[in-house]
T-cell receptor, first 114, second 114 residues
Framework: DTAVSQTPKYLVTQMGNDKSIKCEQN?????MYWYKQDSKKFLKIMFS???????INETVPNRFSPKSPDKAHLNLHINSLELGDSAVYFC?????????????FGSGTRLTVV | QKEVEQNSGPLSVPEGAIASLNCTYS??????FFWYRQYSGKSPELIMS????GDKEDGRFTAQLNKASQYVSLLIRDSQPSDSATYLC??????????????FGTGTQLKVEL
Protein backbone atom coordinates (compact mmCIF):
# COMPACT_ATOMS: atom_id res chain seq x y z
CA ASP A 1 0.00 0.00 0.00
CA THR A 2 1.34 3.42 -0.99
CA ALA A 3 1.66 5.67 2.08
CA VAL A 4 0.91 8.96 0.29
CA SER A 5 -0.73 8.63 -3.10
CA GLN A 6 -1.46 11.36 -5.61
CA THR A 7 -3.52 11.34 -8.76
CA PRO A 8 -3.01 11.97 -11.54
CA LYS A 9 0.73 11.44 -11.99
CA TYR A 10 0.80 13.49 -15.19
CA LEU A 11 -1.54 16.27 -16.25
CA VAL A 12 -1.31 18.11 -19.57
CA THR A 13 -3.89 20.81 -20.13
CA GLN A 14 -4.51 24.02 -21.99
CA MET A 15 -4.28 27.52 -20.59
CA GLY A 16 -7.50 28.71 -19.03
CA ASN A 17 -8.70 25.25 -18.00
CA ASP A 18 -9.58 24.20 -14.44
CA LYS A 19 -8.03 21.05 -12.98
CA SER A 20 -7.80 19.16 -9.71
CA ILE A 21 -5.14 17.02 -8.09
CA LYS A 22 -6.03 14.54 -5.35
CA CYS A 23 -3.96 13.24 -2.46
CA GLU A 24 -4.60 10.53 0.12
CA GLN A 25 -2.45 9.25 2.98
CA ASN A 26 -2.89 6.02 4.95
CA UNK A 27 -0.28 6.77 7.61
CA UNK A 28 -2.73 8.15 10.17
CA UNK A 29 -0.95 11.51 10.06
CA UNK A 30 -2.74 14.65 11.20
CA UNK A 31 -1.15 17.16 8.83
CA MET A 32 -0.94 17.37 5.06
CA TYR A 33 0.81 19.78 2.71
CA TRP A 34 1.01 20.93 -0.88
CA TYR A 35 4.42 21.90 -2.22
CA LYS A 36 5.33 23.17 -5.68
CA GLN A 37 8.67 22.18 -7.21
CA ASP A 38 9.84 24.35 -10.07
CA SER A 39 12.21 23.47 -12.90
CA LYS A 40 15.20 24.32 -10.70
CA LYS A 41 14.10 21.73 -8.11
CA PHE A 42 13.13 24.37 -5.54
CA LEU A 43 10.37 23.07 -3.26
CA LYS A 44 8.07 25.81 -2.01
CA ILE A 45 5.21 25.31 0.42
CA MET A 46 1.76 26.35 -0.70
CA PHE A 47 -0.73 25.11 1.89
CA SER A 48 -1.02 22.96 4.98
CA UNK A 49 -4.02 21.40 6.68
CA UNK A 50 -4.10 19.95 10.17
CA UNK A 51 -7.06 17.66 10.76
CA UNK A 52 -9.14 19.47 8.12
CA UNK A 53 -8.14 22.95 9.36
CA UNK A 54 -6.12 25.25 7.09
CA UNK A 55 -3.03 26.26 9.09
CA ILE A 56 -0.57 27.45 6.46
CA ASN A 57 -1.57 29.55 3.48
CA GLU A 58 1.46 30.98 1.74
CA THR A 59 1.32 33.74 -0.85
CA VAL A 60 -0.33 31.81 -3.65
CA PRO A 61 -2.68 33.14 -6.34
CA ASN A 62 -6.29 32.67 -5.30
CA ARG A 63 -6.76 30.55 -8.42
CA PHE A 64 -5.38 27.77 -6.21
CA SER A 65 -7.85 26.39 -3.70
CA PRO A 66 -7.12 23.48 -1.39
CA LYS A 67 -9.77 21.33 0.23
CA SER A 68 -9.50 18.71 2.94
CA PRO A 69 -12.67 16.66 3.41
CA ASP A 70 -10.99 14.65 6.19
CA LYS A 71 -7.52 14.35 7.63
CA ALA A 72 -6.53 11.59 5.21
CA HIS A 73 -7.34 13.56 2.07
CA LEU A 74 -6.13 16.85 0.64
CA ASN A 75 -7.07 18.07 -2.82
CA LEU A 76 -5.85 21.01 -4.87
CA HIS A 77 -8.07 22.74 -7.38
CA ILE A 78 -6.57 25.20 -9.85
CA ASN A 79 -8.72 27.60 -11.85
CA SER A 80 -7.80 29.39 -15.07
CA LEU A 81 -4.48 27.61 -15.51
CA GLU A 82 -1.51 29.68 -16.71
CA LEU A 83 1.77 28.68 -18.36
CA GLY A 84 3.62 29.57 -15.15
CA ASP A 85 1.67 26.96 -13.23
CA SER A 86 3.65 24.23 -15.00
CA ALA A 87 5.61 22.42 -12.29
CA VAL A 88 5.60 19.27 -10.19
CA TYR A 89 3.16 19.43 -7.30
CA PHE A 90 3.92 17.26 -4.28
CA CYS A 91 1.57 16.29 -1.53
CA UNK A 92 3.17 15.41 1.81
CA UNK A 93 2.08 14.44 5.28
CA UNK A 94 3.54 14.65 8.78
CA UNK A 95 2.55 13.16 12.11
CA UNK A 96 1.43 16.51 13.46
CA UNK A 97 1.51 20.22 12.77
CA UNK A 98 4.98 20.59 14.25
CA UNK A 99 6.48 18.29 11.59
CA UNK A 100 9.26 17.37 14.00
CA UNK A 101 9.87 14.06 12.26
CA UNK A 102 9.76 15.41 8.73
CA UNK A 103 7.43 14.61 5.88
CA UNK A 104 6.46 11.65 3.76
CA PHE A 105 5.97 12.75 0.17
CA GLY A 106 3.62 11.50 -2.48
CA SER A 107 4.94 10.59 -5.92
CA GLY A 108 4.11 14.00 -7.38
CA THR A 109 1.90 15.33 -10.15
CA ARG A 110 3.70 16.78 -13.16
CA LEU A 111 1.46 19.55 -14.49
CA THR A 112 2.16 20.91 -17.96
CA VAL A 113 0.12 23.86 -19.18
CA VAL A 114 0.25 24.43 -22.94
CA GLN B 1 18.91 36.20 1.94
CA LYS B 2 17.75 32.66 1.26
CA GLU B 3 16.49 30.80 4.31
CA VAL B 4 18.28 27.53 3.49
CA GLU B 5 21.30 27.60 1.22
CA GLN B 6 23.06 24.79 -0.57
CA ASN B 7 25.63 24.68 -3.33
CA SER B 8 23.72 23.50 -6.40
CA GLY B 9 26.68 21.54 -7.76
CA PRO B 10 27.04 19.26 -9.53
CA LEU B 11 29.39 17.67 -7.03
CA SER B 12 31.34 14.89 -8.71
CA VAL B 13 33.11 12.23 -6.66
CA PRO B 14 34.71 8.94 -7.71
CA GLU B 15 33.14 5.67 -6.62
CA GLY B 16 34.28 4.70 -3.14
CA ALA B 17 35.11 8.26 -2.07
CA ILE B 18 33.44 10.36 0.63
CA ALA B 19 30.88 12.87 -0.61
CA SER B 20 30.39 15.94 1.58
CA LEU B 21 27.24 18.02 1.20
CA ASN B 22 26.74 21.28 3.05
CA CYS B 23 23.83 23.46 4.06
CA THR B 24 23.42 26.70 5.98
CA TYR B 25 20.22 28.14 7.38
CA SER B 26 19.13 31.55 8.60
CA UNK B 27 16.49 30.85 11.29
CA UNK B 28 18.30 30.47 14.63
CA UNK B 29 15.14 29.04 16.20
CA UNK B 30 15.18 25.98 13.94
CA UNK B 31 15.01 22.72 15.84
CA UNK B 32 14.85 19.86 13.34
CA PHE B 33 17.01 19.24 10.33
CA PHE B 34 16.61 16.76 7.52
CA TRP B 35 18.31 15.43 4.44
CA TYR B 36 16.17 14.19 1.58
CA ARG B 37 17.39 12.34 -1.51
CA GLN B 38 15.57 12.93 -4.78
CA TYR B 39 16.24 10.86 -7.87
CA SER B 40 15.36 12.43 -11.21
CA GLY B 41 11.62 12.25 -11.80
CA LYS B 42 10.93 10.88 -8.34
CA SER B 43 9.73 12.28 -5.03
CA PRO B 44 12.01 13.34 -2.15
CA GLU B 45 12.85 10.51 0.25
CA LEU B 46 13.91 11.15 3.85
CA ILE B 47 17.35 9.67 4.54
CA MET B 48 18.55 11.43 7.69
CA SER B 49 17.18 13.59 10.47
CA UNK B 50 19.19 15.34 13.19
CA UNK B 51 18.04 17.34 16.17
CA UNK B 52 21.05 18.10 18.38
CA UNK B 53 24.59 19.33 17.84
CA GLY B 54 27.13 16.75 16.79
CA ASP B 55 27.15 13.76 14.50
CA LYS B 56 24.52 11.15 13.76
CA GLU B 57 25.46 8.05 11.81
CA ASP B 58 23.23 5.66 9.89
CA GLY B 59 25.02 3.14 7.72
CA ARG B 60 27.12 4.98 5.15
CA PHE B 61 25.46 8.32 6.00
CA THR B 62 26.56 10.77 8.71
CA ALA B 63 24.69 13.99 9.42
CA GLN B 64 26.48 16.76 11.28
CA LEU B 65 24.83 19.72 12.99
CA ASN B 66 26.36 22.90 14.38
CA LYS B 67 23.61 25.21 15.60
CA ALA B 68 26.02 27.98 16.63
CA SER B 69 27.28 28.19 13.05
CA GLN B 70 23.82 27.42 11.62
CA TYR B 71 25.35 24.68 9.55
CA VAL B 72 24.30 21.13 8.74
CA SER B 73 26.13 18.66 6.56
CA LEU B 74 25.77 15.17 5.15
CA LEU B 75 28.68 12.81 4.57
CA ILE B 76 28.27 9.77 2.36
CA ARG B 77 31.04 7.21 2.79
CA ASP B 78 32.00 4.67 0.13
CA SER B 79 29.94 6.54 -2.47
CA GLN B 80 28.18 4.36 -5.02
CA PRO B 81 26.78 5.24 -8.47
CA SER B 82 23.32 4.60 -6.98
CA ASP B 83 23.94 7.60 -4.67
CA SER B 84 23.82 9.90 -7.70
CA ALA B 85 20.82 12.12 -7.01
CA THR B 86 19.87 15.58 -5.77
CA TYR B 87 20.19 15.99 -2.00
CA LEU B 88 17.81 18.43 -0.38
CA CYS B 89 18.49 20.01 2.99
CA UNK B 90 15.32 20.85 4.94
CA UNK B 91 14.95 22.84 8.11
CA UNK B 92 11.96 22.90 10.46
CA UNK B 93 11.30 26.45 11.40
CA UNK B 94 9.17 29.39 10.41
CA UNK B 95 5.98 28.93 12.39
CA UNK B 96 3.22 30.15 10.13
CA UNK B 97 -0.36 30.34 11.23
CA UNK B 98 0.01 27.86 14.04
CA UNK B 99 1.97 25.24 12.19
CA UNK B 100 5.59 24.54 11.47
CA UNK B 101 6.80 23.94 7.96
CA UNK B 102 9.89 22.49 6.39
CA UNK B 103 11.89 24.99 4.38
CA PHE B 104 14.00 23.38 1.69
CA GLY B 105 17.25 24.36 0.07
CA THR B 106 17.56 24.21 -3.70
CA GLY B 107 19.45 20.94 -3.48
CA THR B 108 22.94 19.73 -4.40
CA GLN B 109 23.27 17.41 -7.36
CA LEU B 110 25.69 14.58 -6.59
CA LYS B 111 27.30 12.51 -9.33
CA VAL B 112 29.27 9.42 -8.38
CA GLU B 113 31.53 8.40 -11.23
CA LEU B 114 32.87 4.92 -11.96
Amino acid sequence: DTAVSQTPKYLVTQMGNDKSIKCEQNLGHDTMYWYKQDSKKFLKIMFSYNNKELIINETVPNRFSPKSPDKAHLNLHINSLELGDSAVYFCASSQDRNSVYGYTFGSGTRLTVV
Amino acid sequence: QKEVEQNSGPLSVPEGAIASLNCTYSDRGSQSFFWYRQYSGKSPELIMSIYSNGDKEDGRFTAQLNKASQYVSLLIRDSQPSDSATYLCAVNGGVTGGGNKLTFGTGTQLKVEL
